[in-house]
């Protein structure tokens, strides 16, 4: 079945750039009935959204995290990778990455999820 | 408003019907469908409930959803001790160009 499966540093200095990838194994990235998310949850507060990407590389965001996200994917990988730029403390959390699915027009849910991977932000 | 509200907490026994709400807007809950998801601390969420009240194949038949104005529920009858876990809500929400918002989420105990 299909899984999901974040990777990168679990530290990030104050200032620098979080880099995560999400690596899907046992189908495809490139459905188009699909999109990709990533997903964050600071300690004892609630999901936020940080944005999507298409396979064919389109892209919408959280407007809140403004111009600090980058998003890309990689279909020769099956992979897709958020970059999140001059991080603070703030933006220590667990991130998830998850597979959005359609079943009808305006009808979308999150049927996939990472376990999530633990960023800190601290130097 | 932005957020989805739901209770922090809640409880019953084995055997017992449970309900969580979740109250949102009419930018979010009042025009659009909401979904559930179960979440055990170190573990991927699992997708309980789609468009309001539809299962996802694997889902049992226990768990079921509701959607009224601005206000979905989340119903769980026959409570089993591995029901215990945190339970959330979510929709798509029209404010800052469209974004998903989650509810803060509901630990489920069973006593």
């Known amino acids: 079945q299909v899984q999901l499966q974040e990777s990168g540093p679990g530290l990030v200095k104050p200032s620098q750039t979080l880099s995560l990838t999400c690596t899907v194994s046992?189908?495809?990235?490139?459905?188009?009935?699909?999109?990709w998310s990533w997903i964050r949850q600071p300690a004892g507060k609630r999901l936020e959204w940080i944005g999507r990407?298409?396979?064919?590389?389109?892209?919408n965001h959280n407007a809140s995290l403004k111009s600090r996200i980058t998003m890309s994917v990689d279909t020769s990988k099956n992979q897709f990778s958020l970059k999140l730029t001059s991080v603070t403390a703030a933006d220590t959390a667990v991130y998830f990455c998850?597979?959005?699915?359609?079943?009808?027009?305006?009808?979308?849910?999150?049927?996939?999820w990472g376990r999530g991977t633990l960023v800190t932000v601290s130097s | 408003q932005s957020v989805l509200t739901q209770p922090p907490s809640a409880s019953g026994t084995p055997g017992q019907r449970v309900s969580i709400s979740c109250s949102g807007g009419?930018?979010?809950?009042?025009?659009?469908?909401v979904n559930w998801y179960q979440h055990l601390p170190g573990t991927a969420p699992r997708l309980l409930i789609y468009?309001?009240?539809q299962r996802p194949s694997g889902v049992p038949d226990r768990f079921s959803g509701s959607k009224s104005g601005t206000s979905a529920s989340l119903a769980i009858s026959g409570l089993q001790s591995e029901d215990e876990a945190d339970y959330f809500c979510?929709?798509?929400?029209?404010?800052?160009?469209?974004?998903?918002?989650f509810g803060g989420g509901t630990k489920l105990t069973v006593l």
């Open positions: 998850a597979r959005g699915s359609w079943v009808e027009k305006g009808v979308w849910f999150f049927d996939l």
């Open positions: 979510a929709a798509w929400d029209d404010s800052l160009n469209g974004l998903w918002v």
């Open positions: 468009s309001n009240n």
């Open positions: 009419s930018s979010n809950i009042g025009r659009h469908t």
């Open positions: 046992g189908g495809s990235i490139s459905s188009g009935s699909h999109y």
């Open positions: 990407i298409y396979f064919n590389g389109g892209t």
